[in-house]
């Protein structure tokens, strides 16, 4: 059976890497990616990822400190994450690449668009950090912004809940899950799928966005592979 999609950006979240501790690194969860990973590059997926990093930072935490500058350190904590995916992944055997929004030679590449697209081509996954390099974006925006200059059909945003719900599942045991959503019912009904503006970008170049729980990440082959799980917006 071939793979439904070609080229995929995954949007990881910090708190999915925390695992079950709920803050730094989980190294069965990021083997476990890596596993996962390693199957759907085998199969000739071009693999594209954003991380996030509120495993160890988020911007809105230092509600005392300068925005910008609590951004810039949310974006560091993307590059603490990236080169932990990318270190679980090369003991797997996937050639991958770290590129950041924000020049640190010494430990990955500067963000090239063309370059990226060549390492996809070539059959290397890469991982973005440090967001879109700029204050007061979110990774999710980074992942809209991202899909859509590399051309990747959808994007995945693994998180710790399974989908998208009518209202916030951990307040309301009684929530329901939401199997496909437009765009604009996101928007209209405030559901916390992505901040607005990285919904607004999916909507304005009709990317896909497929929302699903990286508590077992082998979900990730079953929406490449087109399984419905969680929930499409579209």
């Not at 070609?6 to 083997?31: M, N, P, W």
Request: with cysteine; aromatic share 6%; proline share 3%.
């Amino acid at each position: 059976m071939l793979p439904k999609y070609k080229r995929v950006l995954i949007k990881v979240s910090g708190e999915a890497l925390a695992g079950e501790k709920g803050f730094g690194l989980d190294e069965a969860t990021l083997d476990s990616i890596a596993e996962t990973i390693k199957i759907c590059s085998d199969m000739g997926v071009e693999i594209a990822v954003v991380v996030g990093g509120g495993n160890f930072w988020r911007g809105r935490t230092g509600e005392k400190m300068e925005r910008t500058r609590a951004d810039h350190m949310g974006m560091l904590a993307t590059v603490i994450n990236a080169l932990a995916l990318c270190d679980a992944f090369e003991r797997h055997g996937i050639p991958t690449r770290v590129q950041t929004a924000i020049e640190m030679r010494q430990i990955a590449e500067p963000y090239i668009r063309g370059r990226a697209v060549s390492h996809l081509e070539k059959g290397r996954v890469v991982i973005f950090g440090c967001g879109t390099g700029n204050p007061f974006f979110s990774t999710d925006t980074t992942a809209a912004l991202r899909a859509a200059e590399i051309d990747a059909e959808i994007i995945l945003l693994a998180k710790k809940v399974d989908g998208v719900y009518d209202s916030d599942p951990a307040k309301n045991p009684k929530a329901k899950r939401i199997d496909s959503i437009s765009y604009i019912d996101v928007l209209n009904r405030g559901l916390g799928v992505m901040d607005t503006t990285a919904t607004s970008l999916c909507m304005d170049n009709k990317m896909p966005i497929r929302v699903f729980g990286l508590a077992q990440p082998d979900n990730i082959r079953r929406v490449i592979m087109g399984e419905n799980i969680g929930t499409l917006v579209y």
